[in-house]
C-alpha cells in the first residue's frame, strides 16, 4: 500500500552534518504529519521532531537549534537537516507518516520507515 523509504545517514564526525531524507510511495491520497524518530542501543525509540501538512513543526529540546525538519508534499518527502551533531545523537533514525490512502479516504493510519542509522563518533 504504502512504502517509506529512509536515506542519508553515515559516520560523521561530532560536529559534523547530515541530512536525511524519507520518501513515501504507493496509493496516498494524503499526508498528514511526518516525523522523524530514533532508537540509540539499549533505549526506548523518541520523538525527534515532525511536521504538520501545514508546515508547523516541533522539536525534541535535545535536537532544538541544531536539526530543522521540514518536507516537499508534492514529493511526499520529509526531510532532517542534522547540524552540530554529537556522539549521543547516534542512532536509528526512523521516519513515520500518517496517511490517507486512496483505498479508503475515511481513515488515516501511519506508516513507518525501515531506518537508518546514524553514527557520530571521531
Known amino acids: 500500500q504504502v512504502q517509506l523509504v529512509e536515506s542519508g545517514g553515515g559516520l560523521v564526525q561530532p560536529g559534523g552534518s547530515l541530512r536525511l531524507s524519507c520518501a513515501a510511495s504507493?496509493?496516498?491520497?494524503?499526508?498528514?504529519?511526518m516525523n522523524w524518530y530514533r532508537q540509540a542501543p539499549g533505549k526506548q525509540r523518541e520523538l525527534v521532531a515532525d511536521?504538520?501538512?501545514?508546515?508547523?513543526?516541533n522539536y525534541a529540546d535535545s535536537v532544538k537549534g541544531r536539526f530543522t525538519i521540514s518536507r516537499d508534499n508534492a514529493k511526499n518527502t520529509v526531510y532532517l537537516q542534522m547540524n552540530s551533531l554529537k556522539p549521543e545523537d547516534t542512532a536509528v533514525y526512523y521516519c513515520?507518516?500518517?496517511?490517507?490512502?486512496?483505498?479508503?479516504?475515511?481513515?488515516?493510519?501511519?506508516?513507518w520507515g525501515q531506518g537508518t542509522q546514524v553514527t557520530v563518533s571521531s
Open positions: 511536521i504538520t501538512s501545514g508546515g508547523s513543526t
Open positions: 513515520k507518516a500518517l496517511v490517507t490512502t486512496t483505498m479508503n479516504t475515511r481513515f488515516m493510519r501511519n506508516y
Open positions: 504507493g496509493s496516498i491520497f494524503s499526508i498528514n504529519t
